[in-house]
């Protein structure tokens, strides 16, 4: 051992209190003992060590309110990493055990669609109806309009039940617009969804990614 290295050391030692003591080396690297933690060793690593100077404890530095805040938003990070990965695996195991073709998917998808697609040719019949219905109300709203009394020449005004079949037709009518749009919005959801499994289903089951199930 280098005679420089040993004084060293055993300055070290003889610094040390022979009850125990505690060490840390603060930012600019200088080393602080003390029977109680040194002022100097807030925020940085401790060390307890006992009367022969041998580490028996290693103390961590308390943490900031930010830095707790960052290890919480890191540990959430994490969990959610997690979720997702299993949500994954959950959604690739689902694929490979519902799909053994890849034309399943289309008879899938047209099952799938079918009840809707019903759904929108009924309101589509019904507002050919209702638009019928109003044209007809609208007729003879301008007959009632253009009609007028030969004696007193007043305005023959139309029956109050026509004025409220046209508003209820109105309605009606804005409903079902409103359906259809958002029956197609579904379909256009439904018809991504499938591709976006097509897509994985043929990554799963080509390949070297193809589970040992899917390969046989």
């Given at each position: 051992m280098p005679a420089a290295v040993a004084a060293m050391l055993?300055?070290?030692l003889l610094a040390v209190p022979a009850r125990g003591a505690y060490r840390c080396t603060d930012a600019q690297g200088i080393t602080h003992f003390g029977d109680t933690p040194p002022a100097q060793c807030a925020g940085v690593r401790l060390y307890e060590l006992n009367a022969s100077g041998v580490v028996i404890r290693m103390i961590e530095p308390s943490l900031t309110p930010e830095q707790v805040a960052e290890r919480e938003r890191e540990r959430a990070r994490a969990q959610e990493a997690a979720r997702a990965a299993a949500d994954a695996r959950r959604r690739d195991?689902?694929?490979i055990t519902t799909y053994t073709t890849e034309k399943e998917f289309d008879l899938a998808l047209t099952r799938d669609l079918k009840v809707i697609q019903a759904r929108i040719t009924g309101a589509r019949e019904r507002?050919?109806?209702i638009d019928?219905?109003?044209a007809e109300i609208i007729g003879?709203?301008?007959?009632?309009?253009?009609?007028?009394?030969r004696s007193s020449g007043k305005r023959r005004e139309p029956p109050a039940e026509l004025t409220a079949e046209q508003d209820r037709l109105r309605e009606e009518k804005a409903?079902?617009?409103a359906s259809i749009e958002r029956d197609e919005a579904a379909i256009a959801e439904i018809r991504q969804r499938y591709d976006r499994d097509r897509k994985r289903w043929l990554e799963l089951t080509q390949g070297d990614k193809a589970p040992p199930a899917a390969r046989r």
């Open positions: 055993i300055a070290t195991n689902a694929l507002l050919n109806t019928a219905r109003r003879e709203l301008e007959f009632y309009s253009a009609g007028r009394g409903r079902l617009v």
